[in-house]
């Protein structure tokens, strides 16, 4: 059955009315018609069987059959990912949304090869949103994380940590992740993830001064994507 996505607002009354990016997708790409049977996730949760009713080019309006609402996450989990430069990123983007991560923010920071101005960020960042939203209806996830603008690590870390934190580390003093959690992890977490050749000594600092904990990821050195995809399979394993 094809999955779309339908924020909130578009929901009213037992209707769903697609925006024009899934509508689009719907009528002229899998020529669907009125009938046809979908699903329809609203990234909080409710998820509905429904079938369409009204389908054209200008408006794809579904009735709902039925709908259940999955209970949110027990806790909160945060990528702080430096941008890898290429198309990594969308890479990242997609399995962080397999492995349940709430929350991505693309950092700047110094290593990081990929700079953006104003205007380029917001434009990557509604790109990275598609993203995530595509993933969502491949993997039948039915919360959609958040991706946030494009920051800069001093910007991230003016704002206190307001959950558990730990960083991705290279440096010394690092704890095995093994030791890092003592039991199954309920709450917020966030977790930093550097850029090709880490995080450098002072932004490292800074990030363990903000709250957060340096974490070896084992003595291989990981690529960017794979530090990522091991440190958010660990929070999903650990999670109640």
């Known amino acids: 059955m094809s999955r779309f996505y339908a924020p909130k607002a578009r929901w009213s009354g037992g ?3 697609l925006d024009e990016f899934e509508g689009r997708h719907a009528a002229e790409v899998l020529r669907l018609g ?15 069987r429904a079938r369409f009713s009204s389908v054209s ?19 909160r989990t945060t990528l702080v990912q430096a941008i890898p430069k290429g198309k990594l990123f969308d890479w990242i983007l997609e399995k962080a949304t397999e492995l349940g991560a709430a929350r991505i923010v693309p950092l700047l920071s110094e290593r990081t090869v990929v700079q953006l101005d104003g ?14 939203v595509e993933a969502c209806k491949q993997c039948g996830q039915n919360w959609l994380p958040v991706v946030e603008e494009p920051v800069s690590l001093p910007v991230f870390l003016q704002k206190p940590s307001a959950s558990d934190a730990w960083v ?3 440096h010394p003093g ?20 550097g850029p090709e050749g880490d995080f450098s000594p002072q932004e490292m600092e800074r990030i363990v001064g903000w709250g957060a904990r340096p974490v070896s990821l084992g003595r291989i050195v990981l690529r960017v994507e794979t530090a990522a995809m091991y440190s958010l399979s660990v929070l999903a394993s650990m999670r109640p």
């Open 15 to 17: 209707r769903v009315c």
């Open 34 to 48: 009125v009938g046809d049977g979908v699903s329809i996730f609203d990234g909080e949760g409710r998820v509905a």
């Open 57 to 75: 080019k200008k408006r794809v309006e579904a009735e709902v059959v039925s709908e259940e609402c999955e209970a949110p996450p027990a806790g």
């Open 168 to 170: 991705a580390s290279l």
């Open 174 to 193: 690092a704890v095995p992740v093994r030791e890092a959690f003592s039991g199954p992890v309920a709450g917020d977490v966030s977790v930093f993830v």
């Open 119 to 132: 205007a380029e960020r917001e434009r990557k960042r509604e790109k990275w949103q598609r993203a995530v």
